[in-house]
């Protein structure tokens, strides 16, 4: 059991580490292994492939997304699973959920070459997005990809002439501003009036009766997508798709057609204590206001389903102390994993050894080794005397985690690894000191 969290460390609590085991299945401490995933040890990983290292259960992968699966059937919206590639793009993730029958929400060409290669058919891909390029449209529309998502007119202007000069008709939906506030951390929120994305939804009509008046295009339907991280209820969804199943009658009472609508991802999850949406509440929220209207009903889940699977393994530098403050310094940083130094966000962090698991905590800041005072992953953390070369995991890292790390102060990018039961692989290798400096050149004249 881990030792109660020291008191006046934060006026609420952080959870125990029992209380982090608890609520994630494929994680547990064991006596003799320390902290495994489904039955491997992670510490047997960092022996065999290094630190820091990004760490996948497929278990919970499929888990999740057959529970959001269940209960969209249970709903009985016969909805389409499109998982956004942005959340995790590693090949071997992309292939668990393809297997699982999920297609993909993608942002660009990479990370549309990222679905096809891990088998997902391009009928079953989106194309999502502020700035979709010429040359990423025609890559897309060449390769047939189901849906793009517009969200602007002069977007559609463009999809149309890469459309014509193809000779090929697209299937556009027009991604709208319902301007609802979910409730999310400001650099998140996508659906408010002021933000970049798609087009203000009072301007919708008319732009959606230009769009079937031009060529290359057929108008399939609208979408939305009002945030990420939403764990405050339903309410902002329910008030997105309300004003989306209001549009799709206005269209439809000018005499447009709209096959299809796009509910979007942003099903936060508990990093902390936060509450956990259910996927039947989604679910409920969807066949409620959008579930009579005869429609091809999508969804486009990231951090639901991939988050919660994933975690970074990192290794002990060192610990020191300055004045009053004790800091564990670990080989991962905020190249890595940059949500807390981007969103202030709190990972959990759970020792990986028996030993540190019962240990006495105290508080201490958790660094990297980065040149930056915002390369902290947590401050005022109860967590044991870790020795160097002690290995620690971060929590929840399966979603915008690699997918966001950078080679920031020449750092190369970590391995990531995929657990399924008692076997793991290797399914992106650490990336070399050579592969860091490829690519770089010195101009002629030096
Ligand atoms: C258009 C679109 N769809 C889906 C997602 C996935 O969001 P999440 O990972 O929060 O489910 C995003 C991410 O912001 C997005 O921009």
């Keep these: 059991m881990a030792s109660p969290a020291p008191a006046l460390l934060t006026d609420d609590a952080d959870p125990s580490f029992a209380e982090l085991l608890a609520g994630r299945p494929h994680l547990a401490q064991h006596a003799h292994d320390g902290l495994t995933m489904e039955e491997v040890p992670l510490a047997r990983i960092a022996r065999e492939v290094g630190t820091p290292t990004w760490v996948y259960s497929a278990g919970t992968l499929r888990r999740r997304y057959r529970a959001l699966r269940d209960a969209l059937d249970e709903a009985q919206l016969g909805a389409e699973i499109h998982f956004a590639v942005k959340a995790n793009p590693n090949l071997a993730v992309l292939r ?44 897309a529309l060449s390769r047939g990809v189901g849906q793009i998502n517009a969200e602007s007119a002069e977007e559609v202007a463009m999809i149309s002439a890469v459309a014509t000069e193809l000779g090929v008709t697209a299937d556009v939906a027009l991604r709208v501003n319902p301007d609802v506030d979910p409730k999310t951390h400001a650099k998140i929120t996508t659906g408010k009036s002021g933000n970049k994305f798609g087009v203000a939804i009072e301007d919708a009509p008319d732009l959606y009766a230009r769009m079937a ?33 209001e549009l ?75 004045g009053s403050r ?11 994993l940059v949500r807390p130094a981007m969103y202030e966000a709190w990972h959990g962090i759970l020792p990986v050894s028996p030993a540190d698991h019962v240990a006495p905590v105290s508080p201490c800041d958790v660094v990297g080794p980065v040149c930056e005072t ?3 992953f ?53 990336q070399t000191q050579e592969a860091l400096l490829a690519g770089q050149r010195l101009p002629a004249w030096m």
Excluded at 217 to 233: E, K
Excluded at 253 to 281: F, K, M, N, S, W
Excluded at 390 to 398: I, K, M, N, R
Aim: with cysteine.
């Design 213 to 245: 008046a031009t060529p290359g295009l057929r108008p399939v339907g609208v979408a939305v997508h009002i945030g990420s991280q939403i764990t405050a209820g339903m309410s902002a969804y329910a008030a997105a798709y309300r004003a989306l199943a």
């Design 326 to 336: 004790r800091f564990v310094i670990l080989d991962a940083a905020m190249n890595d």
């Design 378 to 430: 947590a401050r005022n953390r109860g967590l044991p005397r870790l020795e160097p070369g002690s290995l620690v995991a971060f929590l929840d890292a399966g979603a915008y985690g690699a997918a966001m790390s950078s080679t920031y102060n020449a750092r190369p990018l970590a391995a990531e690894v995929l657990v399924d039961g008692a076997r793991f692989a290797v399914v992106r290798e650490r």
């Design 96 to 139: 668990t959920l393809a297997a699982e029958g999920a297609g993909a929400d993608i942002v660009s060409e990479g990370e549309l070459r990222l679905a096809l290669a891990a088998g997902i058919a391009p009928a079953h891909v989106v194309f999502s997005g502020v700035g979709k390029t010429p040359g990423e449209l025609r890559f």
């Design 248 to 322: 799709v009658l206005a269209l439809r009472a000018q005499g447009l057609a709209v096959e299809r609508v796009d509910c979007g991802g942003g099903l936060g999850i508990p990093y902390r204590h936060e509450p956990a949406p259910a996927p039947a509440a989604l679910a409920g929220a969807i066949r409620n206001t959008l579930g009579n209207l005869g429609v091809k009903l999508m969804v486009e889940p990231g951090r639901w389903i991939s988050g919660p699977a994933g975690v970074l393994l990192a290794a002990v530098i060192i610990e020191k102390h300055t």
């Design 374 to 376: 915002g390369d902290t």
